[in-house]
């Protein structure tokens, strides 16, 4: 479901916890509490024109699944998301992008982060 939500930009039916932490993959920094995470993600979504579930394992406490997004313009990112969870509430989420990505262009990886200059 939470792969899917990057689709249509409604993250609604994720059950995040109250206290979840997302681990920037930009910046390293770590957002916390369910809007500011859902804030970053929605603007995420506007940039995304496709998703693609590889593979998805889950294994209480901790879930994980590699997948691909295809942006507004074209380029291809392919991710590891690690999650843990408890109480069936998604309490902290690590996304991992293929190095490929990161090296080919940095910036326009930023770019599309942030939403600035995209």
Known sequence: DYF???RDGDFSAIKFAEDIEFLSPLSGTT???REEI???LHGVTT???KVEVLSTTIEPPTASGVWQMTTTKGRLYTL???FR???GEITYIWPMFDPKAVMEDP???TRWL???GY
Request: aromatic share 16%; glycine share 12%.
């Open 4 to 6: 899917a939500a990057f």
């Open 31 to 33: 957002f916390k509490g």
């Open 38 to 40: 859902s804030n970053f």
């Open 47 to 49: 940039r995304v024109e």
């Open 80 to 82: 590891n998301n690690f």
């Open 85 to 87: 969870i408890a109480d």
């Open 107 to 109: 910036a326009g990886l």
């Open 114 to 116: 942030t939403g600035e």
